[in-house]
């Protein structure tokens, strides 16, 4: 199977294997899931069901007998009175065959029944294993994966594992073992010409079944493709419904839509054409099959070698055995399919994580909780470095800032913290351990994280809040809601606690949906702190009100604030101006600004922004006959920029 590494991702024009040794190695991946070592129950459910399989065909097999002998019964032939003698007439042996029809149906569900846990089970345990697998997988798989892409294959490969496993214990393998005891039949019950016409039969039904199937393959492919791209296209625009409205981009996305549709349309089609003519090639074939064995047991009942019962017995077979036969194309298109979709899963499942524990790897121990970067170089791709050669020390309990322009890499530091990337050189450390020698999970546990934007689960506030700490208190989780500040809004809202979030928070705002992330950290109480851009979305009241909170939660702890607004990291020990992936300055914010360069630059910028903003506020209140509503102290409002007397009076 091709394996995709990260920065040389395969292409359709490679080779690939054929489909027979491709579903060979599928198969054999799936052999485990439905046969488990450690799962004797599921291995004897595997053996009843053979058993009640070999014992329904058997059944199955002797309902046409019983159909001839009440025939044979019937017309008083001595075939009947011969193995039954006088006592079974007609009536009987229309009972028996009731009894056995009956019979029939009866083993076969109970083998549906027994297999039933082994087919779960093995559906069940493949997709938790591509469950987890995919988030092990690494930041830059998922980013470079369609949400709505991925999804549908996963879908489809649970789906399949199902499929495959019950079409071939539960149709494949039963008809097979019917084809061969009719075969059986024919040649022990009537001659050779029989078999041979019988079984030539059934090769030209599977041959042209197979071949019409193989030509619908490529036409199922395109339409299921073009199915997987409108559900990404519909599943993105739901998404981004906001967006879509923000733009008047209904129409936009609805041709978008459609045009998938429209492919989709057009493939679907074809493949229900296509459908007609193996339907009537099927019927064509099995018909003419048919009339020959009929024609020659005619011609053996007039040379008195067979009864008329003998006509209705081969009748009976056959039109028993074309229910098998007309499934055998949508059971073998059904397992391709399912096959295809089973590999595209496995796939996923062999690709390997690019962040992965070492050998060996001890969990995190976290004393003071003292961050450090060693002139750490990194870069998405080769060919383009973000971070050139960054240090900075983060000792217990301080804050570090780290600002700068958009792409000067301040977010892919955060990454770098929690090993979503790994350097392409240089060391980060947390108390003298280097993270890459650490367990991922015990890194993860000693970070708290506010992003920019923060997504919630389409679940309850306060599953949201505990998932800082799943086994905290109700107690617990209230202090946490109470120290971000948002506890009044919880309990204001219908429902409290267990109100919905509705998809991605969107029933909360920003800032509340903020509050909700600062609660959840300080749930976690991890002993470092990452505060990437937390309030940059949000308005000056609100930013305010956010930034008390973070600082709450920032109090004891080793805290790394990317910011984009200044006025957040004024009381950082340290600030850090990051710029095309150097660090261009650095220090405290008085010291930052009596060097009058990058930073006190950006600060002047952020200044004339707000006193511009804060002029518009004032304006529109006193429209509204609420002048007094912008007070603000008129000395504030007047230009200024730091000088040296400035940054001397901010030192004092």
């Given amino acids: 199977m091709l394996q995709k590494t990260p920065n040389s991702p395969v292409t359709?024009?490679?080779?690939?294997?054929?489909?027979?040794?491709?579903?060979?190695?599928t198969w054999a991946r799936l052999l485990p899931y439905v046969w488990p070592s450690g799962r004797r129950d599921l291995q004897w459910r595997m053996f009843a069901t053979l058993a009640l399989l070999l014992i329904g065909k058997l059944v199955t097999i002797a309902v046409p007998y019983a159909f001839k002998w009440a025939t044979d019964g019937l017309i008083g032939h001595p075939t009947a009175r011969h193995l039954f003698g006088f006592v079974a007439g007609p009536l009987a042996l229309t009972l028996l065959y009731g009894l056995l029809r009956i019979a029939m149906a009866g083993f076969t569900q109970a083998r549906d029944a027994v297999?039933?846990?082994?087919?779960?089970?093995a559906v069940r345990r493949l997709a938790n294993d591509v469950f987890v697998h995919l988030h092990l997988l690494s930041l830059r798989f998922h980013l470079e994966r369609r949400i709505g892409g991925l999804t549908r294959i996963l879908e489809r490969g649970r789906d399949a594992i199902e499929t495959i496993v019950r079409t071939v214990v539960l149709v494949a393998v039963p008809t097979a073992v019917e084809f061969l005891l009719i075969l059986a039949v024919f040649f022990v019950q009537f001659d050779w010409r029989y078999t041979l016409a019988v079984a030539t039969m059934i090769a030209a039904y599977m041959a042209f079944t197979l071949t019409a199937t193989n030509w619908r393959i490529n036409i199922r492919r395109t339409m299921n493709e073009s199915d997987v791209d409108a559900n990404t296209k519909a599943l993105d625009s739901l998404l981004n419904y906001e967006t879509v409205k923000y733009f008047g981009a209904e129409a936009r996305e609805a041709a978008r839509y459609d045009r998938s549709m429209a492919r989709y349309e057009k493939s679907s089609v074809k493949s229900y054409t296509s459908l007609t003519f193996l339907n009537f090639g099927?019927?064509?074939?099995?018909?003419?099959?048919?009339?020959?064995?009929?024609?020659?047991?005619?011609?053996?009942?007039r040379a008195g070698h067979n009864s008329v019962g003998d006509f209705v017995l081969i009748n009976a077979i056959m039109i028993q055995l074309y229910q098998p036969l007309n499934f055998l194309g949508s059971v073998y298109r059904?397992?391709?399919q399912a096959t295809i979709d089973l590999e595209m899963m496995f796939d996923i499942l062999g690709k390997h994580p690019e962040i992965a524990d070492r050998p060996g790897a001890k969990p995190l121990t976290v004393a003071g909780g003292h961050l450090r970067f060693d002139n750490v170089r990194f870069g998405y791709d080769p060919g383009r470095e973000i971070l050139k050669g960054i240090s900075f020390d983060v000792p217990p309990g301080q804050t570090l800032a780290i600002v700068g322009p958009s792409g000067a890499g301040k977010s892919t530091i955060s990454r770098l913290i929690f090993r979503f990337y790994e350097p392409s050189s240089g060391a980060i450390t947390i108390d003298g351990q280097n993270i890459d020698t650490v367990t991922q999970q015990s890194l993860r546990a000693a970070i708290g994280m506010v992003?920019?934007?923060t997504v919630l689960f389409n679940d309850t506030i306060a599953y949201n809040i505990r998932y800082g700490r799943a086994e905290a208190s109700d107690a617990?989780?209230?202090?946490?809601a109470r120290l971000a500040q948002i506890d009044r809004f919880?309990?204001?809202v219908p429902g409290g606690y267990e109100a919905q979030v509705g998809e991605r928070g969107l029933k909360l705002s920003g800032g509340e949906k903020q509050r909700v992330a600062i609660a959840r950290t300080i749930l976690k109480g991890p002993p470092i702190l990452v505060l990437d851009e937390a309030t940059s979305a949000l308005d000056s009241f609100t930013e305010g009100e956010i930034q008390d909170a973070l600082d709450r939660v920032a109090k004891g702890r080793t805290t790394l604030v990317i910011a984009h607004r200044l006025s957040t990291v004024v009381n950082a020990d340290e600030i850090l101006v990051l710029d095309q992936g150097r660090i261009v300055e650095r220090g405290p914010h008085a010291v930052l600004l009596a060097r009058n360069g990058v930073y006190a630059a950006m600060w002047n910028r952020q200044n004339e922004v707000r006193r511009?903003?804060?002029?518009?506020?004032?304006?529109?209140?006193?429209?509204?006959?609420?002048?007094?509503?912008?007070?603000?102290?008129?000395?504030?409002?007047?230009?200024?920029?730091?000088?040296?007397?400035?940054?001397?009076?901010?030192?004092?």
Avoid: C
Wanted: hydrophobic share 50%; proline share 5%.
């Fill in 12 to 25: 359709r024009s490679q080779a690939r294997p054929p489909f027979a040794a491709r579903a060979s190695a």
């Fill in 115 to 121: 297999f039933a846990a082994v087919a779960m089970n």
């Fill in 282 to 301: 099927q019927a064509l074939i099995f018909s003419l099959g048919l009339t020959v064995v009929m024609a020659l047991s005619i011609a053996g009942i």
């Fill in 334 to 336: 059904d397992i391709r």
């Fill in 451 to 453: 992003p920019q934007d």
């Fill in 476 to 480: 617990e989780m209230r202090e946490a």
């Fill in 490 to 492: 919880i309990e204001s």
């Fill in 612 to 652: 511009a903003e804060e002029v518009l506020r004032r304006a529109a209140a006193e429209e509204q006959g609420a002048p007094h509503a912008a007070q603000a102290d008129a000395a504030e409002l007047e230009p200024r920029s730091y000088d040296e007397d400035d940054a001397d009076v901010a030192l004092g």
